[in-house]
């Protein structure tokens, strides 16, 4: 490790430390615009200058470019440093508008902070400035190229980190121009870091325009709950709502950046439908009140028909200290449940990964930025996790290669391949390229079990000569990967999959590489809710038992199954069926306008909570602000109303686990105390696996990555086997697949005006032959014959989709809920084209 000498103070840094890093290390803050850490070294600004007194080299250098080394004397405030670093900033300085005060980036801009730690302050050129014409790119970032001082910065992330290539530069020297070929929106999905990477204010956030500086926000850590991820981000809140969120950095999870649907999907906290008060019978009443009547009447309830006549569910977008406050509530009182999935198949298939994810398996997002090889099983990155498909774009920079399976028309930012298969061969096509590349002969500390279920994987001759062609290329390629990472996929998978994708990840770390398995999971807490989901109590358990009279009271906790349910016609019928529908939920929903009795929560940002990720990783974040309505709500964009009291306006919601609380109020032994440090102790007592989760207060930055199971399930099960023979489409018949989109499927997200305007108009993909066969052009029309009647839809006809099924997103806009059970298959005769 070199050591060197920066302004008489001697440090030590790993061989490839730029001096910039090295200085930012003692402390000394460098001056810099296109210098990143995630980008690195350009040197195209040029005011990072210091001076090299003693070393390799000598005089003026750019401290970004230049490696520290043994022997180096380095000097930042050496007179013809100091001087060089003016004159560049002056020269930077010569067509800015010196709009600060208008400019929304005024108060963080790095160019101010360098303009006035550089002493420059008085105009010396007199000419005309250099002007440019802005564009607009969108809904979500401000174009001013006026104020670009071309540090490059922007096209290096848009083009380079990520990928995407509609945005980068045009022109040449003083005209250099940033942005598009002509206005449009951004196709990126990671946009928004345009303006927070931008040193200047050449892109501002355009939703949050206007509406404040950074020192009037209440900005609070906190942790993104928009997929599985658990990225970290900066909630900035004012005037009782949050108005801006940025990316904050996370070692462990997202680094530097997020995705736009985690940075804008914030609006629903504050929207203006957002249900506030307690209901009961429709009526607005006080919250203790509310809180009185349904505990009369679930105890009248119990009374009548006894404990198993009341059931709970609650979602993976609540807290750990909702969920599990749920769970010790359905303990205590004999209450059927808790489920947390509505979708059962979906249950089962997050529980057996939280089961599988053993610790020397599991990887975090920013380590899978290290791998040489991965190998995506059942998964649509950018659709269901924009910031996997970042990290995957990483891995794939530094020379790793990349290969998907899945039926979908994957479309990525990089080059990767694409194995579109059957869901139905999806499990065999991904074993025969692990048998593929791992020689048996090399495997140590194989067990037997292994080694059979490796002489089980099914000879390549099975699949098409076109597909074995694929699978041989693919297998080549990763033969000689060090650092393999299976990621896996829990939406569209069969039940054997996520079990299976970790059986293939012991047989690569059998062959002594660093293999690695990262799970996605449908929600934000989905690992948790599998903990502690039971083996009874299943969501299709509570409905049949609504539907034939034994359950009826439910009791459901920021949960919409009108939402989420694929027959919402029976879920109706069943709603309706019950004597008695308590909701505690902080949206706007259709279960919520059916409630007998409705309990507002609070939001992330209102509440706080603990979060796991789908890695395990235990994550918390504080409380943003104390709530209430927005003051543009409440005043009707003038002075709010002069009338002074100890309330909040529309501050009436608590968090979801103290509402429960409330609700078993002196039920609960004294020793049960119902704070959030007690439910996190029981939950302790309750499963092993909790045991190692400290004080909320406690949790490091990037939290802890829990501790595996002390009895992980079965390994190398051969059921997948007897289940792909089982699964076989019906001869005439497409499959029915049901998939996220990046932007409309997504529950809190389809809140955000801004992201409502990203959404693509809903259609059913199809593979072009397909097509053909059904006489379909893309963009026609067709109605699809389901279960609970005909839906009428585009088509968006494909060539990167597998044959024989139908892709239908889960959109907010598509009355996709008619189907009976899943998994659905549609005649070819059922889908028929509309005439215009």
Same mark, same amino acid.
């Given at each position: 490790?070199?050591?060197?000498?920066?302004?008489?103070?001697?440090?030590?840094?790993?061989? +490839?430390?730029?001096?910039?890093?090295?200085?930012?290390?003692?402390?000394?803050?460098?001056?810099?615009?296109?210098?990143?850490?995630?980008?690195?070294?350009?040197?195209?600004?040029?005011?990072?200058?210091?001076?090299?007194?003693?070393?390799?080299?000598?005089?003026?250098?750019?401290?970004?470019?230049?490696?520290?080394?043994?022997?180096?004397?380095?000097?930042?405030?050496?007179?013809? %440093?100091?001087?060089?670093?003016?004159?560049?900033?002056?020269?930077?300085?010569?067509?800015?508008?010196?709009?600060?005060?208008?400019c929304d980036e005024g108060g963080h801009c790095l160019l101010q902070d360098m303009t006035v730690s550089g002493g420059h302050g008085i105009r010396r050129y007199l000419g005309m400035k250099r002007t440019y014409r802005d564009q607009n790119l969108g809904p979500l970032v401000q174009h001013e190229m006026n104020r670009c001082i071309h540090?490059?910065?922007?096209?290096?992330?848009?083009?380079?980190?990520?990928?995407?290539?509609?945005?980068?530069?045009?022109?040449?020297?003083?005209?250099?121009?940033?942005?598009?070929?002509?206005?449009?929106?951004?196709?990126?999905?990671?946009?928004?870091?345009?303006?927070?990477?931008?040193?200047?204010?050449?892109?501002?956030?355009?939703?949050?325009?206007?509406?404040?500086?950074?020192?009037?926000?209440?900005?609070?850590?906190?942790?993104?709950?928009?997929?599985?991820?658990?990225?970290?981000?900066? %909630?900035?809140?004012?005037?009782?709502?949050?108005?801006?969120?940025?990316?904050?950095?996370?070692?462990?999870?997202?680094?530097?950046?997020?995705?736009?649907?985690?940075?804008?999907?914030?609006?629903?906290?504050?929207?203006?439908?957002?249900?506030?008060?307690?209901?009961?019978?429709?009526?607005?009443?006080?919250?203790?009140?509310?809180?009185?009547?349904?505990?009369?009447?679930?105890?009248?309830?119990?009374?009548?028909?006894?404990?198993?006549?009341? %059931?709970?569910?609650?979602?993976?977008?609540?807290?750990?200290?909702?969920?599990?406050?749920?769970?010790?509530?359905?303990?205590?009182?004999?209450?059927?449940?808790?489920?947390?999935?509505?979708?059962?198949?979906?249950?089962?298939?997050?529980?057996?990964?939280?089961?599988?994810?053993?610790?020397?398996?599991?990887?975090?997002?920013?380590?899978?930025?290290?791998?040489?090889?991965?190998?995506?099983? +059942?998964?649509?990155?950018?659709?269901?996790?924009?910031?996997?498909?970042?990290?995957?774009?990483? %891995?794939?920079?530094?020379?790793?290669?990349?290969?998907?399976?899945?039926?979908?028309? $994957?479309? #990525?930012?990089?080059?990767?391949?694409?194995?579109? $298969?059957?869901?139905?061969?999806?499990?065999?096509?991904?074993?025969?390229?692990?048998?593929?590349?791992?020689?048996?002969?090399?495997?140590?500390?194989?067990?037997?079990?292994?080694?059979?279920?490796?002489?089980?994987?099914?000879?390549?001759?099975?699949?098409?000569?076109?597909?074995?062609?694929?699978?041989?290329?693919?297998?080549?390629?990763?033969?000689?990967?060090?650092?393999?990472?299976?990621?896996?996929?829990?939406? /569209?998978?069969?039940?054997?999959?996520?079990? #299976?994708?970790?059986?293939?990840?012991?047989?690569?770390?059998?062959?002594?590489?660093?293999?690695?398995?990262?799970?996605?999971?449908?929600?934000?807490?989905?690992?948790?809710?599998?903990?502690?989901?039971?083996?009874?109590?299943?969501?299709?358990?509570?409905?049949?038992?609504?539907?034939?009279?034994?359950?009826?009271?439910?009791?459901?906790?920021?949960?919409?199954?009108?939402?989420?349910?694929?027959?919402?016609?029976?879920?109706?019928?069943?709603?309706?069926?019950?004597?008695?529908?308590?909701? @505690?939920?902080?949206?706007?929903?259709?279960?919520?306008?059916?409630?007998?009795?409705?309990?507002?929560?609070?939001?992330?940002?209102?509440?706080?909570?603990?979060?796991?990720?789908?890695?395990?990783?235990?994550?918390? /974040?504080?409380?943003?602000?104390?709530?209430?309505?927005?003051?543009?709500?409440?005043?009707?964009?003038?002075?709010?109303?002069?009338?002074?009291?100890?309330?909040?306006?529309? +501050?009436?919601?608590?968090?979801?686990?103290?509402?429960?609380?409330?609700? $078993?109020?002196?039920?609960?032994?004294?020793?049960?105390?119902? /704070?959030?440090?007690?439910?996190?102790?029981?939950?302790?007592?309750?499963?092993?696996?909790?045991?190692?989760?400290?004080?909320?207060?406690?949790?490091?930055?990037?939290?802890?990555?829990?501790?595996?199971?002390?009895?992980?399930?079965?390994?190398?099960? @051969?059921?997948?086997?007897?289940?792909?023979?089982?699964?076989?489409?019906?001869?005439?018949?497409?499959? #029915?697949?049901?998939?996220?989109?990046?932007?409309?499927?997504?529950?809190?997200?389809?809140?955000?005006?801004?992201?409502?305007?990203?959404?693509?108009?809903?259609?059913? @993909?199809?593979?072009?032959?397909?097509?053909?066969?059904?006489?379909?052009?893309?963009?026609?029309?067709?109605?699809?014959?389901?279960?609970?009647?005909?839906?009428?839809?585009?088509?968006?006809?494909?060539?990167?989709?597998?044959?024989?099924?139908?892709?239908?997103?889960?959109?907010?806009? #598509?009355?996709?809920?008619?189907?009976?059970?899943?998994?659905?298959?549609?005649?070819?005769?059922?889908?028929?084209?509309?005439?215009?």
């Amino acid at each position: 490790m070199p050591k060197l000498v920066i302004d008489d103070r001697e440090i030590e840094v790993p061989a +490839g430390t730029k001096v910039i890093e090295a200085a930012e290390r003692l402390g000394i803050m460098i001056p810099r615009f296109c210098y990143h850490p995630a980008l690195g070294s350009v040197g195209a600004c040029r005011v990072c200058a210091v001076k090299f007194l003693e070393g390799p080299f000598k005089g003026v250098q750019m401290s970004c470019m230049i490696d520290a080394k043994d022997g180096m004397v380095v000097s930042t405030t050496d007179e013809e %440093a100091v001087d060089f670093r003016q004159y560049v900033i002056e020269w930077l300085m010569l067509n800015h508008p010196h709009d600060c005060p208008v400019c929304d980036e005024g108060g963080h801009c790095l160019l101010q902070d360098m303009t006035v730690s550089g002493g420059h302050g008085i105009r010396r050129y007199l000419g005309m400035k250099r002007t440019y014409r802005d564009q607009n790119l969108g809904p979500l970032v401000q174009h001013e190229m006026n104020r670009c001082i071309h540090c490059y910065r922007c096209a290096r992330f848009y083009q380079e980190f990520t990928g995407y290539r509609d945005l980068g530069v045009m022109q040449l020297g003083n005209r250099t121009f940033f942005g598009r070929y002509q206005d449009g929106t951004l196709e990126s999905p990671f946009t928004g870091n345009l303006s927070d990477i931008c040193p200047t204010g050449v892109y501002t956030d355009k939703p949050s325009r206007f509406f404040g500086r950074r020192w009037d926000y209440q900005r609070i850590p906190s942790l993104c709950i928009h997929c599985s991820l658990g990225c970290h981000t900066v %909630a900035s809140g004012r005037y009782r709502e949050v108005v801006r969120q940025e990316a904050r950095y996370s070692e462990a999870v997202n680094g530097y950046f997020i995705c736009d649907r985690g940075r804008y999907g914030f609006f629903y906290a504050s929207n203006e439908g957002r249900p506030r008060q307690a209901l009961v019978g429709g009526k607005e009443v006080p919250y203790d009140q509310a809180i009185r009547e349904a505990r009369e009447k679930l105890g009248e309830l119990i009374k009548n028909t006894g404990p198993g006549a009341v %059931a709970c569910v609650s979602s993976e977008r609540s807290s750990l200290e909702t969920q599990a406050m749920l769970k010790r509530i359905c303990q205590k009182k004999g209450w059927q449940g808790p489920s947390y999935f509505v979708d059962g198949a979906m249950a089962q298939k997050v529980k057996s990964a939280s089961s599988r994810l053993e610790s020397d398996l599991a990887v975090s997002l920013r380590e899978l930025e290290s791998a040489d090889s991965i190998l995506v099983v +059942g998964a649509d990155p950018i659709n269901e996790a924009p910031m996997l498909a970042l990290a995957m774009r990483q %891995a794939q920079r530094s020379g790793g290669k990349i290969a998907v399976i899945d039926p979908r028309p $994957v479309s #990525l930012p990089f080059e990767f391949h694409h194995l579109q $298969v059957t869901p139905n061969e999806v499990n065999l096509c991904a074993s025969l390229l692990v048998k593929a590349v791992v020689d048996l002969g090399a495997a140590t500390d194989l067990e037997q079990s292994g080694i059979e279920f490796y002489q089980e994987i099914p000879k390549l001759e099975t699949v098409a000569p076109s597909l074995q062609d694929q699978i041989s290329k693919v297998a080549q390629e990763f033969k000689e990967s060090a650092r393999p990472i299976i990621v896996c996929g829990t939406e /569209t998978v069969r039940q054997t999959t996520p079990a #299976l994708a970790a059986d293939q990840a012991l047989l690569l770390q059998a062959t002594n590489r660093q293999a690695g398995l990262f799970y996605l999971m449908p929600g934000a807490n989905s690992f948790s809710a599998s903990l502690l989901a039971g083996e009874d109590g299943s969501f299709t358990e509570i409905l049949e038992g609504i539907e034939n009279g034994t359950i009826k009271g439910l009791v459901l906790v920021e949960n919409d199954p009108l939402l989420h349910f694929h027959d919402r016609q029976r879920m109706e019928l069943a709603l309706a069926k019950l004597e008695l529908l308590v909701v @505690l939920d902080y949206l706007n929903s259709s279960t919520e306008q059916r409630a007998h009795i409705f309990l507002p929560t609070s939001t992330l940002c209102e509440a706080g909570g603990v979060f796991i990720n789908q890695e395990g990783r235990v994550q918390a /974040t504080p409380r943003a602000y104390l709530g209430g309505t927005p003051i543009a709500q409440v005043s009707g964009g003038n002075h709010p109303p002069r009338i002074y009291g100890s309330e909040i306006p529309g +501050g009436e919601p608590r968090a979801g686990w103290q509402v429960l609380a409330e609700l $078993v109020h002196g039920e609960l032994q004294p020793d049960e105390d119902a /704070t959030r440090s007690s439910v996190l102790k029981w939950l302790s007592e309750l499963d092993p696996a909790f045991a190692d989760i400290p004080a909320i207060d406690e949790l490091p930055d990037d939290g802890i990555r829990m501790s595996s199971a002390e009895e992980p399930s079965p390994r190398f099960a @051969l059921d997948w086997l007897s289940e792909m023979e089982k699964d076989q489409s019906p001869d005439d018949h497409l499959e #029915l697949i049901l998939a996220s989109r990046t932007f409309g499927t997504e529950e809190l997200s389809q809140y955000s005006p801004p992201l409502r305007k990203l959404e693509k108009e809903p259609a059913v @993909l199809m593979h072009a032959d397909d097509a053909a066969r059904l006489d379909l052009s893309d963009s026609d029309k067709v109605a699809i014959l389901l279960d609970r009647g005909a839906l009428e839809v585009s088509v968006s006809v494909k060539e990167n989709i597998a044959s024989g099924i139908i892709v239908m997103p889960r959109h907010r806009l #598509l009355e996709w809920q008619r189907i009976e059970s899943l998994p659905k298959y549609v005649s070819y005769e059922d889908v028929k084209k509309v005439s215009s």
